[in-house]
């Protein structure tokens, strides 16, 4: 069985940075083509896909975001960080981790409960 | 920028049949954008139902189904259930990138 959690602050302040992690369980991020990611919503808002990372340590970025964001992994922990510098107060959301496995084209499968972080100061 | 657009919302009765679009900025949705759907209720994580277009999970009840129609990608509910009121969004893949839609509020009315 595949789970997701993420973990965080709740509160960050304007311009600090944010770091979240991805604890996984039930796959590993050495297997050829899985690949671990973060989606984020704002509140009452759409979802916006923010990070991807695979297997291999090929990394993917939304290209109105990728200044801000680093995503990175520790195969060995089961974890996988996204930071985001500079926070601002429109960056408040619910951020998600999510699985998926590039191979069988199912990029985004499994996703965990969320976490919502709050930007104000 | 590109932009995904979806329906802001829709109405379907009990039983009825429905579906779902999901359009790009950039021209024509095809099975190289590997359309993707999601179900999000109230308070809880979305639930993906479609991958590559037209693959389901083993949870994706059978009256969901995913297509490519008109140079969009579609999500149709077929028999609709009270329990299917929810958000759906789709999602895109775009050279290395991925966008999702503005979601669409489906009421089952």
């Known amino acids: 069985q595949i789970t997701l959690k993420e973990s965080g602050p709740t509160l960050v302040k304007p311009t600090q940075t944010l770091t979240l992690t991805c604890t996984f369980s039930?796959?590993?991020?050495?297997?050829?083509?899985?690949?671990v990611g973060w989606i984020r919503q704002p509140p009452g808002q759409a979802l916006e896909w923010l990070a991807l990372?695979?297997?291999?340590?090929?990394?993917r970025y939304s290209p109105s975001l990728k200044r801000r964001l680093t995503i990175t992994k520790d195969t060995s922990k089961n974890q996988v960080v996204l930071t985001m510098t500079n926070m601002d107060p429109v960056d408040t959301a619910t951020y998600y981790c999510?699985?998926?496995?590039?191979?069988?084209?199912?990029?985004?499968?499994?996703w965990g409960p969320g976490t919502l972080v709050t930007v104000s100061s | 920028q590109t932009v995904v657009t979806q329906e802001p919302s829709l109405t379907v009765s009990p039983g009825g049949t429905v579906t779902l679009t999901c359009a790009s900025s950039t021209g024509a949705v095809t099975s190289d954008y590997y359309p993707n759907w999601f179900q999000q209720k109230p308070g809880q994580a979305p639930r993906t139902l479609i991958y590559?277009?037209?693959n389901k999970h083993s949870w994706t009840p059978a009256r969901f189904s995913g297509s490519l129609l008109g140079g969009k990608a579609l999500l149709t509910l077929s028999g609709v259930q009270p329990e299917d009121e929810a958000d759906y969004y789709c999602l895109l893949f775009y050279n290395n990138a991925w966008v999702f839609g503005g979601g669409t509020k489906l009421t089952v009315l």
């Open positions: 590559s277009t037209t």
């Open positions: 999510t699985h998926g496995n590039d191979f069988v084209d199912s990029h985004v499968t499994h």
């Open positions: 039930g796959f590993s991020l050495s297997t050829s083509g899985v690949g």
């Open positions: 990372i695979y297997w291999d340590d090929d990394k």
